[in-house]
C-alpha cells in the first residue's frame, strides 16, 4: 500500500506563488515517474508537469515558464513551485506516483488533492 499526503494548496492573489509538497509512504521499493494534475470545476483532470527518475521534466504549455517540479528521491517526495499564478490556475492539484512495491507489485497512487484558489 502507498499512501500520498499532499500539502500546500491554498488562497493566493494574481501574480502571487505557491508551493506543492506530495510525500509518498508506505511498502514502497523504488518510484519512477512523479506527476502533477489538476481539475477546475466542470473540467477533465489534467496533467500539469512529470518528472522521471532521474529528472528529467515535462511541463503542460499552459504552466511553461511559471512552474517547476522537482522531487527528493530520499524522502519519496515531489514538489511543485508555482510563480505567477492566474486565475486560470485555480483547481485542484492532485499528485500521481508510480512504482514497485516492495515484493515487485507495481503500484500506481493517487493523491487526495490540494486546492490552489487564484483571486483577488
Known amino acids: 500500500q502507498v499512501q500520498l499526503v499532499e500539502s500546500g494548496g491554498d488562497l493566493v492573489q494574481p501574480g502571487g506563488s505557491l508551493r506543492l509538497s506530495c510525500a509518498a509512504s508506505g511498502t514502497i521499493s523504488i518510484i519512477y515517474t512523479m506527476n502533477w494534475y489538476r481539475q477546475s470545476p466542470g473540467e477533465q483532470r489534467g496533467l500539469v508537469a512529470f518528472?522521471?527518475?532521474?529528472?528529467?521534466?515535462n511541463y503542460a504549455a499552459s504552466v511553461k515558464g511559471r512552474f517547476n517540479i522537482s522531487r527528493d528521491n530520499a524522502k519519496n517526495t515531489v514538489y511543485l513551485q508555482m510563480k505567477s499564478l492566474k486565475s486560470e490556475d485555480t483547481a485542484v492539484y492532485y499528485c500521481n506516483v508510480g512504482g514497485v512495491l516492495e515484493g515487485g507489485f507495481p503500484f500506481d497512487s493517487w493523491g487526495q488533492g490540494t486546492r490552489v484558489t487564484v483571486s483577488s
Open positions: 518528472i522521471t527518475r532521474g529528472g528529467n521534466r
